[in-house]
Structures are given as structure tokens and as C-alpha cells.
């Protein structure tokens, strides 16, 4: 593979869908993709890209947790990489972007892993909502 272009986030920064020819530019994990023509294809819709133009994207792109497919995908619109020096400064100021499925779905994450591990408030609650309807069973009917 020839070597991948260097491109500053200063270059990656006018490629931000405004402008005359209104291209789109994103960097994840410090690769620089060109998706101007993949946006209007991308299952996730235009806006949730085009909000990113221009900016890393890496939080975003990895926080929907993409599949491989999608992954694989993205060779296709590489265009070149930032400078070293760029890279974790670019990944620090990286705008998270809370996407409404993505959210939904960790946020289901979050759900499933409470209620399917078994740390002790787990089953402190039911076992005191049991004494409580046990008790006031009990207090009615004697
Ligand atoms: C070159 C870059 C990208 C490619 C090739 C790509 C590709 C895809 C593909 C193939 C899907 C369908 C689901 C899957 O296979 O995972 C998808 C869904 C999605 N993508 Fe991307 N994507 C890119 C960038 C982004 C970025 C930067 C964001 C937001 C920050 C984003 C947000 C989403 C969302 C919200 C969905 C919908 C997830 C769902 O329906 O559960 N994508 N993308």
C-alpha cells in the first residue's frame, strides 16, 4: 500500500460541508475519510455525519459501534492521515456527539448489565419489596 497522504486538521477543518463544492471530511482514529459521496448511502443517515464535517469523528464513530462491514467500509473513502503531533490532540477535542440510537442502545447496555449482574442491591430490592407485601398481608388478614 503507497503511503497515506498527511493532511492537517487545519485542511481536514474547510472540508466541513459548507463552501462551494460542499464536501465532507471526518477523521477517525487519526485517518482522514472523504465522505462527501458516501452520505447520502450511509445507513445512519446524512446528518449525523455532516454535524461531524470537517472535525474528528472518532468518539462518534465508535460510540454507535459500527460492525465490521462498516469498518471495512471506510478504506474506501481514506484520503490520508493527520500529522503525529495532531493525532491525540484531534481524539482530545473531539466532539461527542449523543446520537439517539446509539445512546438508546448503550443506555440499554447499561439496563441489561444492572439487571443481569448480581451485586447484592439486586436482590436486597426484591427481597425487601417481598417482606413489605408479606408483612402487610399478614397485618390485613389477622
Ligand atoms: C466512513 C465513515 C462511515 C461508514 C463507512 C459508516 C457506515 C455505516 C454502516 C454500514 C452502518 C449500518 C450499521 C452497521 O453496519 O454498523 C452505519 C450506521 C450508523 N452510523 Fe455510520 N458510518 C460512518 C461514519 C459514521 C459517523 C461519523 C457517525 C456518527 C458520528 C455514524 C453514525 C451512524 C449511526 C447513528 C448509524 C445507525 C446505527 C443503527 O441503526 O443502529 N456513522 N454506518
Redesign the pocket.
Same mark, same amino acid.
Given at each position: 500500500m503507497s503511503e497515506l497522504r498527511v493532511i492537517s486538521l487545519e485542511e481536514v477543518s474547510k472540508h466541513n460541508y459548507e463552501g462551494v463544492d460542499k464536501s465532507c471530511w /471526518?477523521v /477517525?482514529s487519526g485517518k482522514v +475519510?472523504d465522505?462527501t459521496k458516501?452520505l447520502n448511502e450511509?445507513?445512519?443517515?446524512e446528518e =449525523? /455525519?455532516t454535524q461531524?464535517a470537517g472535525k474528528d469523528?472518532t468518539v462518534?464513530?465508535l460510540d =454507535?459501534g459500527?460492525?465490521k462491514?462498516?469498518i471495512e467500509?471506510?478504506k474506501e +473513502?481514506l484520503i490520508g492521515q493527520l500529522p503525529e503531533s495532531e493525532v491525540s490532540k484531534s481524539e482530545k477535542t473531539a466532539p461527542k =456527539?449523543a446520537?439517539s440510537?446509539?445512546s438508546q442502545?448503550s443506555v440499554l447496555k447499561d439496563f441489561t448489565d444492572i439487571m443481569t449482574s448480581p451485586t447484592w442491591t439486586n436482590f436486597l430490592i426484591p427481597t425487601t419489596m417481598g417482606l413489605i407485601i408479606y408483612t402487610a398481608y399478614k397485618f390485613i388478614f389477622n
Open positions: /471526518i /477517525i +475519510y465522505v458516501f450511509h445507513p445512519g443517515g =449525523v /455525519i461531524l469523528a462518534g464513530f =454507535v459500527h460492525s462491514d462498516a467500509m471506510t +473513502y =456527539v446520537q440510537k446509539g442502545s
